[in-house]
């Protein structure tokens, strides 16, 4: 028997409760727990800030971020990584806030051919067996220098209609949370409930199988891109319909930022594990710590990108401490 | 049992195949009838892999016909092939780690789709579960990744027999039991035995020979890509299989040197204690003994090898090792193959310091000792510095085995390291473990087959990770040993 | 004719074909002016890329998923000891190399920390590392005005019959390394890693050891990089780092190590930095905005990447 399958054994033996290994369910609660932490550590320094108004100045960003971060999800799905949806989400950004206000046919067009060019960079990776890395390495330069070429300086403006729904106040409920739990929704319903879900996650687990079985795994790659560029979209639209106007460095830090909430919200680089609703957990806690938190914290300028990193630590060490436990 | 006039399910008629210089298939005609359990046989690199890849569809044949009930199929591939009513258990399992066991039900069958493809998925693979192996505890909840590779193994038998939109008409089974238990394999045969009663047809093959005399209705042997021998069951036995097999030599028992017994006033080497031992029965090991761990699979066995594996950098209380220690893995491709180098880096990189001119390596030495060992392990291979991957299943083996016996280690632990492997290889290296353990070495050996225990002169019985029987030469029967594996633990 | 096919044959060849067709590009539009010189500024860039791109190739070499993204700010903060110790003053210049040394090493090591000790993905131990480290670099550097000293400001750009000396020894240094990586024990366990890190393992190689080892060994030249650069550039700052994260990933990749781990190329990576920088020589040369200049980058990457395919799948 291999290593790991004994390891497995030994921790099959381990209590059940009511079907879910009680460490399993500790590690996925994780990012919920944190989020939990990160909230309880806002009210002791600020309780004002827990409240409606609070949230949604908080939580502002979080939509834009969670939608990248759900776009980064489903290309870790399939065992790659995408280090261009930062640099994608400044350009659809750009667009935004010229075409799709000025001539928003377009705008609608360029879009849809931004999401076929992720679909066909799926195929393409498929088809000479590329290192994502690399290409979508190439392709981050590529959104930028064309960002930079449509808004050379920033400026531009938001289309009304975004305005009006990024603005949107409803009763009792802040608009970001509801939107938060709809996308989370969506694609956990989406990924982990319909059956052809699953074959896209088989196809990150054990790909020679999916393909055996008759599968094909050029369209189950093109389908993760497509979604991760249709999700880039969003983000990016979210993202102008939020700060009303764009430049063309604004979405660069949602690389690192997505896969820091996929990996925070349970998922892993490779064999096809993620977890939808942990992601967009994970891109919640990351937009409080990022910056909500730390400015109540009073910490200095200089050290709020540090003190990002600490709390990243802090975070998986906590995962970690727990995971070595579940063995 | 198949009649003459029975319909012919599915033919090969003079398939080819090649990869590279390699003539993985010469020429093959083969056939399989409804009704009947076609046994297949030969040595690792004989072809019988490759054969099934091309029934099943997974491989395109370079040249030959295959014909399907009757009609000859143009352009034959996997999803056809299922259409037809072919399916297919190979060595590699085929099951998605991450999803669960209906998920992976679902995988195979496109119709499942649709609001509560879950629970359909669920109830379908369940049932095949409760058919073939009753009592097997799996849930269609549960996550692959967590089963361990007994119940692996069964979740991927079961789904190869259910059925939705597509008839089942032929399940091929390559090396089935190879990780399960005896009762487990017991009721899995049986259960073949039914369903090809029942008007269905199979291919079983098996390295145990007892196991494809007892459940085949006609046995075909192969070697060096072409069928050699064909004939029904009843006209073989084992030994006229392994002669046309091609392994020449002395069948297994020939060895009685082996009667000497070992002085137990040679120096212990190992003294270990499985974590859940209760009654402070422990494992111990003298120097040149070879020792083995038996019992139903996946009982703690490995486990207590990698115990003491790390126990040879850090003492703990339960392990104690004398000795440095080398492990030569079962699961060659996870735990032992560096797939991007030569043979020859392979076996070497245990030994690499000694290998050494100054600071640096000596590309002399390296070859010198590489070239030694082939030699010794008798590795069939044109070239030492070919890619590892060039090797069949049991020279890469024997490759893994050099690479432990080449070290300083004086303990080498076996983790059941001859699944899958041919008969001519595993003779060649049981001959090589009883001259190093008569040089001094100890051997651990862990094996499901229990004809391999012969070799050993103690054998540790576990059961639900603990020791609970410690037979020593004399007193080994299978019976034995099958019985202790059985009893309730102390 | 068997020596073209040998050459053909090598996978680092590519990336000198590509270095050589963009120089010729570039020659043309120009009509042959400043051919050598182009060639000289080439070699003088293309040597940071070099330096941290062997570190980098280490460690995609240990396995997927292995990769240093701290080593922008690594480079930061070493450039900001590297003038402060320095002080301006020639004596100190070695004093100041052995800074910002140790202050890659350290900060290689204690990446390793995290990846270890608290199981953290290369990737985001790395990320985060760097966040931290661009803290310290930003706070200490505060107001940080010192040029770096006159004779080693000078000796970053001293040529030799037109080529840098800076080139030279990053050339011997290049040598080095791949004696270590092709001839030495450590070299081969780095490989053995990166293919099959279990198997390792149970080959009985002190795997944590191997990646400590390459973690501090990407960090310090990520040290000595930043000193050279702020000696080149006569001057430290925050940003001095940036545009080496990708530079090094790229020049890694596209000089033809595995990013699946296993297996490392040494002659490619100078191939790719010089592509790289004669791509962005040509690019200048045509006086393109910096929106073309990224959008061409952008996709030379991938069109090189896509050109040499991927890994053969094994079965």
Redesign the interface.
């Known amino acids: 028997?291999?290593?790991?399958?004994?390891?497995?054994?030994?921790?099959?033996r381990l209590p059940w409760v009511a079907?879910i290994r009680p460490r399993r369910l500790l590690r996925a609660l994780l990012p919920a727990l944190s989020l939990t932490l990160i909230l309880i550590g806002i009210a002791w320094l600020n309780p004002r800030a827990i409240s409606y108004f609070g949230f949604n100045l908080m939580l502002n960003l979080a939509i834009p971020i969670a939608l990248a971060t759900i776009a980064q999800m489903f290309v870790i799905t399939g065992n790659d990584?995408d280090l261009s949806i930062g640099t994608f989400v400044g350009f659809v950004g750009c667009v935004t806030a010229t075409w799709l206000r000025d001539d928003p046919l377009v705008g609608a067009l360029v879009l849809i051919g931004a999401i076929s060019v992720y679909a066909a960079l799926g195929a393409?990776i498929y088809l000479?067996?590329?290192?994502s890395?690399?290409?979508t390495?190439?392709?981050?330069?590529?959104?930028?220098?064309?960002?930079?070429?449509l808004l050379?300086k920033p400026g531009g403006k938001a289309p009304d209609w975004l305005l009006q729904l990024m603005g949107f106040k409803p009763p009792w409920v802040p608009f970001p949370i509801i939107a938060a739990v709809v996308i989370a929704v969506v694609a956990h319903v989406g990924l982990m409930?319909t059956?052809?879900g699953?074959?896209l996650?088989?196809a990150?687990?054990?790909p020679?199988?999916?393909s055996?079985?008759?599968?094909s795994l050029l369209k189950t790659k093109a389908i993760m891109f497509a979604l991760a560029g249709t999700f880039g979209v969003l983000s990016g639209m979210a993202l102008i319909g939020i700060t009303t106007s764009a430049d063309a460095n604004i979405g660069n830090g949602y690389t690192?930022l997505s896969?820091?909430g996929v990996?925070l919200g349970g998922g892993e680089?490779?064999?096809?594990?993620v977890s939808p609703i942990g992601a967009v957990i994970g891109a919640l806690t990351l937009a409080l710590a990022a910056s909500p938190l730390l400015t109540f914290m009073h910490i200095p300028p200089?050290?709020?990108?540090?003190?990002?990193?600490?709390i990243?630590?802090i975070v998986?060490?906590a995962r970690?401490l727990i995971?070595?436990r579940e063995g | 049992m198949a009649d003459a006039g029975a319909t012919v399910i599915v033919r090969l008629d003079g398939v080819e195949k090649h990869f590279g210089a390699v003539r993985a298939l010469d020429g093959v005609d083969f056939s399989v009838s409804a009704g009947e359990c076609v046994g297949l046989v030969g040595h690792n690199g004989a072809g019988k892999s490759t054969l099934m890849h091309v029934l099943a569809g997974t491989l395109a044949p370079d040249d030959g016909g295959i014909a399907v009930g009757g009609a000859d199929q143009i352009g034959y591939a996997v999803v056809l092939a299922q259409r037809l009513g072919i399916r297919c258990v190979f060595q590699e399992l085929s099951l998605c780690p991450n999803l669960t066991v209906a998920e992976n039900a679902r995988i195979n069958h496109a119709a499942l789709k649709g609001l509560g493809w879950r629970r359909r998925a669920g109830d379908l693979i369940l049932a095949k579960l409760d058919e073939i192996f009753p009592g097997h505890g799996i849930g269609p909840g549960d996550v692959v990744r967590d089963l361990p590779i007994g119940k692996r193994q069964m979740v991927e038998v079961a789904r190869a027999f259910t059925v939705t939109v597509d008839p089942l008409r032929l399940v091929i089974l390559d090396e089935p039991t190879s990780s399960l238990d005896s009762q487990t394999a017991g009721q899995l045969l049986a259960f073949v035995r039914r369903v090809v009663a029942g008007g269905a047809s199979g291919v079983l093959i098996s390295h145990l020979l007892g196991e494809v005399l007892e459940n085949s209705d006609r046995i075909v042997v192969m070697r060096d890509g072409k069928v050699v021998a064909a004939d029904r069951a009843a006209a073989f036995d084992r030994d006229k299989l392994v002669t046309a097999m091609g392994a020449a030599g002395k069948p297994a028992h020939a060895d009685a040197e082996r009667a000497a017994e070992r002085p137990t006033a040679a120096p212990v080497r190992v003294r270990a204690r499985p974590e859940r031992q209760a009654d402070g029965a422990e494992l111990v090991a003298h120097e040149g003994e070879v020792i083995g761990l038996a019992g139903l699979s996946g009982h703690g066995q490995t486990e207590l090898l990698l115990a003491i594996f790390n126990g040879a950098a850090r003492r703990t209380d339960r392990i104690e090792v004398t000795a440095p220690v080398a492990l030569v893995a079962g699961d060659r491709q996870a735990d032992g193959i560096f797939p991007l180098w030569s043979i020859g880096q392979n076996i070497g990189i245990r030994s690499i310091a000694g290998l050494r001119k100054g600071l640096l390596i000596s590309r002399a030495s390296e070859e010198e000792f590489a070239a030694a060992w082939q030699k010794k392990m008798n590795i069939r291979t044109p070239d030492i510095r070919n890619n590892i991957l060039s090797l069949s299943g049991g020279n890469q083996q024997k490759a893994l085995f050099a690479r432990a016996l080449g070290s300083d280690a004086r303990i080498v632990l076996m983790d059941d390291p001859m699944r899958g492997v041919d008969i001519g290889t595993k003779r060649e290296v049981y001959e090589l473990i009883r001259q190093e353990a008569r040089n001094g070495r100890t051997f651990l050996w862990y094996t499901t087959e229990t004809d391999e225990l012969e070799n050993c002169d103690h054998v540790y019985v576990f059961r639900n990770g603990r020791i609970v029987a410690d037979l020593r030469r004399g007193e080994l029967t299978e019976e034995k040993v099958i019985q202790s594996s059985f009893q309730a633990a102390g | 004719m068997t020596l073209v096919r040998t050459l053909v044959g090598r996978p680092w060849i590519w990336s000198f074909v590509g270095a050589l067709a963009v120089w010729l590009a570039a020659i043309a539009f120009t009509g042959g002016y400043g051919a050598g010189g182009m060639l000289t500024a080439a070699l003088s860039l293309a040597v940071f890329m070099v330096i941290v791109g062997v570190g980098q190739m280490f460690v995609i070499t240990l396995g997927p998923g292995n990769v240093d993204l701290s080593l922008p700010a690594n480079i930061g903060l070493a450039s900001a000891v590297a003038m402060k110790v320095m002080d301006g003053n020639d004596p100190m210049v070695a004093i100041g190399l052995v800074a910002a040394l140790g202050t890659g090493m350290a900060i290689g090591a204690a990446n390793y920390l995290l990846i270890w000790a608290l199981r953290i993905p290369p990737i985001i131990a790395t990320l985060s590392a760097s966040f931290i480290i661009q803290s310290i670099d930003i706070s200490y550097g505060r107001g940080l005005q010192i040029k770096p000293p006159p004779g080693f400001a000078d000796f970053t750009i001293t040529q030799v019959a037109g080529i840098p000396i800076l080139a030279i020894l990053t050339l011997l240094f290049s040598i080095g390394a791949g004696i270590v990586l092709h001839r030495t024990v450590y070299g081969r366990l780095v490989t053995a890693v990166g293919q099959n890190i279990r198997a390792a393992w149970l080959a009985g190689i002190p795997v944590g050891r191997i990646r400590f080892l390459t973690y501090t060994l990407s960090g310090t030249l990520g040290g000595l990089n930043g000193a050279l650069l702020a000696g080149y550039f006569r001057g430290a700052n925050v940003d001095i780092g940036n545009e080496y994260l990708l530079a090094s990933i790229a020049v890694v990749v596209i000089g033809g190590t595995s990013v699946a781990g296993g297996k490392a190329n040494l002659p490619g990576v100078w191939g790719a930095a010089l592509f790289l920088v004669l791509l962005l020589t040509m690019l200048n040369t045509f006086g393109v905005s910096a929106g073309v200049r990224l959008l061409v980058t952008g996709l030379v990457i991938v069109g090189v990447i896509t050109a040499a395919g991927g890994q053969k799948a094994s079965r």
Request: no cysteine; net charge positive.
């Open positions: 028997m291999s290593m790991a399958a004994s390891s497995a054994a030994a921790s099959a079907g990584l393409l000479r067996n590329l290192p890395i690399v290409v390495l190439g392709m981050s330069f590529v959104w930028q220098g064309l960002a930079i070429l050379p409930r059956s052809y699953a074959v996650r088989g990150g687990g054990n020679v199988a999916i055996r079985a008759g599968w690192l896969i820091a990996i680089f490779v064999g096809g594990r200089d050290w709020q990108v540090g003190a990002n990193g600490a990243l630590i998986l060490a970690a995971s070595r």
